[in-house]
């Protein structure tokens, strides 16, 4: 059974900027790198036109001016790098009269730089997300609404496997003689997963045009 995400995201200690007020976006470059280039939630890569990728406050803006929480907007520890897809259906949502606990074990969220963030999700073979407990069945259809956007966390998924299969490929072929049996063998494997993502690109950009 596939892991919902290879690496588990960890935000720095001190980041580079000290933005204040409305200009959170400044700690846009830390959090894509802290977050591996993926989304906190999702896990889609931040590598393809299908979407731009955002900055989300984990407690929402809105809660935290609502109940004068002691939480900076610009607070680095309350930040997610996410992609719109995901910043959009997550919008305001919180479910508990607090920050901390941020879930009551059946709704609620779960922090993406928390361990167990993954525990209550996993991939199907194809790469489509599933919930293994009630707090992630809650994010899964409730939040982030990962049901109906399957088809393209699923095309996302794979697109992203072979990118990395092409890219370790890539540095294989070139360090072998140009030519022999073994170059000759790569070339061609390269060029049948480079096809298999050029045919899931296209798939992608087709949904995002329907």
């Keep these: 059974m596939p892991v919902l995400r290879d690496i588990i995201p960890s935000r ?3 980041p580079t900027l000290n933005p204040t007020g409305s200009n959170w976006t400044e700690h846009k470059p830390d959090l894509k790198e802290d977050f591996n280039s993926h989304c906190g939630y999702c896990y889609s890569f931040d590598g393809y036109r299908h979407t731009y990728f955002e900055v989300d406050h984990f407690v929402p803006k809105k809660e935290i001016k609502k109940n ?9 520890s309350n930040l997610v790098y996410s992609c719109k897809f995901c910043n959009n259906k997550k919008l305001s ?4 009269n607090t920050p901390n606990p941020s879930h009551d074990g059946n709704t609620g969220f779960v922090d993406p730089c928390d361990p167990n963030y993954d525990a209550h999700f996993y991939r199907t073979a194809n790469g489509a997300i599933r919930p293994q407990t ?3 069945q809650w994010m899964f259809s409730e939040a982030f609404k990962f049901d109906e956007r399957e088809q393209s966390i699923i ?14 490929l890539i540095v294989q072929l070139n360090s072998i003689a140009i ?12 060029g049948e997963y480079t096809l298999e993502y050029y045919i899931f690109h296209k798939e992608l950009m087709e949904f995002y045009e329907q």
Excluded: F, P
């Excluded at 095309?155 to 370790?168: E, G, Y």
């Design 134 to 136: 009630t707090l992630g």
């Design 12 to 14: 720095r200690a001190n």
């Design 179 to 190: 030519g022999s049996v073994d170059y000759n063998k790569i070339k061609l494997k390269l």
């Design 68 to 76: 004068g929480w002691a939480i900076s907007l610009t607070q680095y």
């Design 93 to 96: 949502k919180w479910s508990t």
């Design 155 to 168: 095309v996302l998924w794979n697109m992203n496997k072979l990118r990395q299969i092409i890219d370790a």
